[in-house]
Each structure stands twice: as structure tokens, then as C-alpha cells.
């Protein structure tokens, strides 16, 4: 893409997120939008062929960074522990930022007028995330090489692993109970969330080998591919 396209496309992206959390997903509109950039609308539809393209492009902009982080966690020579915690940080990181805050919330708020809000967000942000989870789990496995030690790369793993990150501190935060979260606050929870799917797993297994059910199974049925 050309420099000034891009340039472009970014200036378009950060006056429509102003728009979006300032007025909503369906009072902000793309003729406000176009008349913000300084441009005419065709020139808006060019880059973006509908609100919900601008919508998804503008929630999949607000987690650049934490995606890149995740794509760079070295999984090599370091212990599992330690590499699930680098994933961990780095999921927290994206959910407790106040651009990602805002977004959640107004899908939230939105998604039961608006559905395709919420299948935007899911698709774009949150699987987004989960899909680069799922490849650091299936990395861990791979470097087992233990047999019963896959785990990690089992199906509902990730989407186990997130949810356990945004337990507690990040919905407290997403609520208003806390006003602020520390470095502290988020290794902390890191620290937790991996000891507790770590812990799960093993269970998992353990119980799996018992009654003959695969781990995760309930977890995953009926959730998009």
C-alpha cells in the first residue's frame, strides 16, 4: 500500500473511531465521517465499502500492537510457564487498554439493536486474538513431544485460556469497580490465570481418561470455526 494511501486509510480510521464511541455505531455515519476526513463519501467508500467494513477495520486497528506482541512471544528455550505468562501479558495488555475498553463497551451496548456489531467484534477482535493463542499453545505441544502432553493444542484450549485472562481484573476494570490497573496488577494475573489452566488441563486429562470424554469438548461444541 503507498505510503499516502496509508496515511490515509489511518486518518479515516482514527476521526471513525472518534465517531463510533462519541455517537454510537448507528448514529455515526459515513457522510459525518467523509465530511471529518475532508473528503467526499465516494472517496470514503473507496477505502471502506460499508459502515461495518469501517467498523471492523476500526476494531481490528485498535489491537495492532498486542497482535504483534503476541505474534513475537518466543516460545523456544523458555518453560511453558513462562511462555504462557508472556501470552497472557500480552492478551491483558490489548483488553485493559482504554481503546479497547471503549470498543467493548459500545458493542455492548449496541449489539442487541445492531447483531452485526457483535459478530464484528467476535470475528475481528476476539477470535483474532484467540487464533494467535491457539497457534502459541500448538507450539507448546509440538515442543513437548510427550505423549498425553498436547494438551495445549486441544480444541476449546484457547478460548479456555483467554477467558481466564479476562477473568476478575479485566471485568472489574470493564465495569467501573477499578478506575486503574498496575504492571503488578496485570503479572498478577497473568501469574493466576496460567496456574489455573495449567491446573485445568491436567484435570481435564485425568478426568478425560476416566469416563472417555475428550478435554474441552463441552467447552468448544457449537462456537464458530
Known amino acids: 500500500m503507498p505510503v499516502g494511501t496509508s496515511a490515509r486509510r489511518t486518518a479515516i480510521l482514527t476521526i471513525a473511531g472518534r465517531a463510533f ?9 459515513m457522510d459525518g465521517i467523509a465530511a471529518e476526513v475532508g473528503g467526499s463519501k465516494s472517496t470514503l467508500y473507496r477505502y471502506f465499502p ?7 477495520a476500526y476494531v481490528e486497528e485498535v489491537g495492532t500492537l498486542t497482535r ?20 497472557a501479558r500480552a492478551y491483558l495488555d490489548l483488553i485493559l487498554s482504554p481503546s479497547a475498553l471503549a470498543v467493548t463497551r459500545l458493542v455492548m451496548a ?7 456489531v457483535g459478530r464484528i467484534f467476535y470475528e475481528c477482535g476476539i477470535r483474532h486474538a484467540e487464533r494467535q493463542i491457539a497457534a502459541i499453545l500448538q507450539r507448546l505441544a509440538e515442543r513437548s513431544g510427550v505423549p498425553g502432553r498436547n494438551f ?6 484457547a478460548a479456555h485460556f483467554r477467558a481466564l485472562c479476562e477473568a476478575g481484573l479485566h471485568e472489574g476494570y470493564l465495569w467501573g ?3 486503574s490497573v498496575s504492571r503488578e496488577d496485570v503479572a498478577s494475573v497473568a501469574r493466576q490465570a496460567v496456574a489455573c489452566f495449567l491446573q485445568g488441563c491436567l484435570g481435564q486429562i485425568e478426568l478425560g481418561a476416566q469416563v472417555g470424554v475428550q478435554p474441552y469438548a463441552a467447552w468448544d461444541r457449537g462456537r464458530p470455526g
Open 21 to 29: 464511541l462519541r455517537h454510537g455505531y448507528a448514529e455515526a455515519s
Open 50 to 56: 460499508s459502515k461495518a467494513a469501517l467498523f471492523a
Open 68 to 87: 504483534a506482541a503476541l505474534a513475537t512471544v518466543q516460545v523456544e528455550g523458555k518453560e511453558t510457564d513462562a511462555v504462557l505468562e508472556d501470552t
Open 110 to 116: 449496541e449489539t442487541g439493536r445492531f447483531p452485526e
Open 152 to 157: 495445549p493444542a486441544l480444541s476449546g484450549a
Open 177 to 179: 469497580v477499578y478506575e
